[in-house]
């Protein structure tokens, strides 16, 4: 799965077709969503995902690493040059689950979707973490994402969690 991401974030920064993954195994050929985040130097420069299991694992992947590499609006493209110093982290999500009870949330555990109206924002479960933000701070901070004010969670907001399996690497070889 790091591979595809790799190799996919590599030709779209270098202006190139999207590989071919070939045959997907078992596991990257079933539906599920995705996100992909890229680094550079230990900084972000992208983070695209698909939340909906629409198509295979593989191509999602695929998908989501040429985008974050090109097309996160926060950033700028990342280029040829950058491609000895990423990093690849690849978030593999469940089904989220509608949140009654915002004590079910597990910082750490779970990522957060907070939407009201036309706006949606999410944050996968090591944002919390690598910030040290509390359960409130987290629905605040999903909330800003959605452009939404930092208590809408308490005002009707919908709230949705879900847990992801996270792979990363590193150039240097680091977990």
């Not at 079933?30 to 985040?37: C, D, E, L, R």
């Not at 950058?82 to 990093?87: G, Q, S, T, V, Y």
């Amino acid at each position: 799965m790091l591979a595809l991401a790799r190799s996919a974030a590599g030709a779209a920064a270098s202006d190139l077709p999207a590989p071919d993954p070939g045959p997907l195994p078992a596991r990257l050929a079933a539906p599920q969503g995705a996100f992909v985040t890229l680094r550079v130097g230990g900084h972000l420069r992208g983070c695209i995902g698909i939340v909906e299991a629409r198509e295979p694992l593989g191509r999602t992947v695929g998908h989501c690493a040429a985008a974050a590499a090109t097309e996160d609006p926060r950033f700028p493209p990342i280029g040829r040059d950058d491609l000895a110093d990423l990093e690849v982290e690849v978030s593999v999500l469940e089904e989220p689950r509608q949140v009654r009870d915002v004590g079910e949330i597990v910082v750490g555990q779970d990522g957060l979707i907070v939407s009201s109206g036309r706006r949606r924002g999410l944050l996968l479960p090591q944002v919390a973490v690598e910030h040290d933000w509390s359960r409130e701070e987290f629905l605040e901070q999903t909330c800003r994402k959605a452009g939404l004010d930092p208590d809408a969670w308490r005002h009707g907001a919908r709230i949705e969690a879900f847990r992801a399996q996270v792979f990363g690497d590193r150039p240097d070889g680091r977990p």
